[in-house]
């Protein structure tokens, strides 16, 4: 069984920053992407994604603010939240494509940000 356990999450003020953090646990062969998500209505979005190739992706309304970045040694993946909006206020979803060896896809519990005007 693999778990992901998130920390990092709060409240903070617009303009401020946060680090997240998603450390995976259990018996682990490798990893492939790891992946934030967060619960916009109706639907989870993709916030940013890292490969274990270091390959990076964004949504639009976070590049420039927000970098991914993962420790593959302790299978870990963090988002470094900058220039916070209260538009960014929303549960963050850790996500992480395991394999066991067979393959999972992987979900953490969700964390809180909340960003105050």
């Known amino acids: 069984q693999v778990q992901l356990v998130e920390s990092g999450g709060g409240l903070v003020q617009a303009g401020e920053s946060l680090r997240l953090s998603c450390a995976a646990s259990?018996?682990?062969?490798?990893?492939?992407?790891m992946s934030w998500y967060r619960q916009a209505p109706g639907q989870r979005e993709l916030v940013a994604g890292i490969?274990?190739?270091?390959?990076?992706n964004y949504a639009d309304s976070v590049k420039g603010r927000f970098t991914i970045s993962r420790d593959n040694a302790k299978n870990t993946v963090y988002l470094q939240m900058n220039r916070l909006k209260p538009e960014d206020t929303d549960v963050y979803y850790c996500?992480?494509?395991?394999?066991?060896?067979?393959?999972?896809?992987?979900w953490g519990q969700g964390i809180v940000v909340t960003v105050s005007s």
């Open positions: 996500y992480a494509a395991v394999r066991t060896p067979t393959f999972l896809e992987v």
């Open positions: 490969t274990s190739g270091g390959s990076v």
């Open positions: 259990g018996r682990i062969f490798s990893i492939n992407t």
